[in-house]
């Protein structure tokens, strides 16, 4: 069985206290059934930031999450703060692939791939 986790990390220095600190915050958007949910669901999130944040007029609102806007037509799973301007944090917008598996199974399967082709 396969899902989609949606997430998005804010990486920022907190500058509240009297010394900085470095902080990591991770946002879990959903857990979804298909990619196709996951990516109308991430986008949505996305467009919370262009609320706020200015998009670089250079990148293009097709190339967020979606099945064939990756490097070589492949699906975008990964997008980031360069396609804003003047975020004053990083992120981390992210679409991970979760798969529930039999572990013996997936533990026999791992052990045939990892052996040597013997020539007898």
């Known amino acids: 069985m396969e899902k989609h986790l949606v997430t998005v990390e804010f990486r920022y220095t907190d500058n509240s206290k009297e010394e900085s600190d470095y902080k990591s915050k991770t946002v879990t958007i959903g857990v979804f059934d298909t990619f196709d949910s996951a990516i109308i669901e991430g986008n949505k999130a996305l467009e919370v930031f262009e609320k706020h944040f200015k998009l670089n ?64």
């Open 57 to 120: 007029p250079n990148w293009n609102k097709k190339e967020r999450f979606s099945k064939n806007g990756g490097c070589f037509r492949t699906p975008n799973r990964l997008v980031t703060n360069l396609a804003y301007l003047q975020t004053p944090f990083e992120f981390y917008a992210n679409i991970t692939r979760l798969d529930y598996l039999d572990i013996e199974q997936t533990i026999l399967e791992v052990l045939k791939a990892t052996k040597k082709n013997t020539v007898q």
